[in-house]
Antibody, heavy 121, light 107 residues
Framework: QVQLIESGGGVVQPGRSLRLSCAAS????????LHWVRQPPGKGLEWVAF????????HYSDSLKGRFTISRDNFQSTLYLQMNSLGPDDTAVYFC??????????????WGQGTLVTVSA | DIQMTQSPSSVSASVGERVSISCRAS??????LAWYQQKPGKAPNLLIF???HLQSGVPSRFSGSGSGTDFTLTISSLQPEDFATYYC?????????FGQGTKVEFK
């Protein structure tokens, strides 16, 4: 079965960096686009970043101001999110999500369980 | 960026009632709209994609309609397991964006 398992979250001081990982299994990793979505405590969902199946295309939320970088390793079936210059507003549960393969879908059919990032001094 | 606005922000309903949630896009998005259900402490679950297509395994009491800027998620007969928060999401153009959520509560 499809599994997405995030790791790398934790408590980090403002201004520091953190790298999240998302290990995938149960599907042909290199044929799916992937995304990161985050959710601050008690708040709604916020789309963060996209990467195409081969890693050649990337898009980011405007609010990140170039601080985050999405990448993937198709040999290791792992998705990454490098987060730099973290601030309190980056405190959230970070989900990795698989984009639905159906043409015209534009949705997320599988999600990880999420990893909590807390930015605090 | 395309803004997604859901209404209402919350709705109180009883088991068996019909519930409708609206989602409006700031620009036309064709049928590039999905709906998700999220329960506390869990990841979202895809209900509808392409505005009206039911995701495999989702009960048929859920349905989606609309195109362009106005969309609706309808639960035809609310069940106890449907009390949750619902989000719409557009995929017409990057950055993809979500609505602010609608919480369906027990009356």
């Amino acid at each position: 079965q499809v599994q997405l398992i995030e790791s790398g979250g934790g408590v980090v001081q403002p201004g520091r960096s953190l790298r999240l990982s998302c290990a995938a299994s149960g599907f042909t990793f290199n044929t799916y686009s992937l995304h990161w979505v985050r959710q601050p405590p008690g708040k709604g969902l916020e789309w963060v970043a996209f990467i195409s199946s081969d890693g050649s295309l990337k898009h980011y939320s405007d609010s990140l101001k170039g601080r985050f970088t999405i990448s993937r390793d198709n040999f290791q079936s792992t998705l990454y999110l490098q987060m730099n210059s973290l601030g309190p507003d980056d405190t959230a549960v970070y989900f990795c999500a698989r984009e639905t393969s159906y043409s015209g879908a534009g949705s997320f059919d599988y999600w990880g369980q999420g990893t909590l990032v807390t930015v605090s001094a | 960026d395309i803004q997604m606005t859901q209404s209402p922000s919350s709705v109180s309903a009883s088991v068996g009632e019909r519930v409708s949630i609206s989602c409006r896009a700031s620009h036309g998005i064709g049928a590039w709209l999905a709906w998700y259900q999220q329960k506390p402490g869990k990841a979202p679950n895809l209900l509808i994609f392409g505005a009206s297509h039911l995701q495999s395994g989702v009960p048929s009491r859920f349905s989606g309609s609309g195109s362009g800027t106005d969309f609706t998620l309808t639960i035809s007969s609310l069940q106890p397991e449907d009390f949750a928060t619902y989000y719409c999401q557009q995929a017409d153009s990057f950055p993809w964006t979500f609505g602010q959520g609608t919480k369906v509560e027990f009356k």
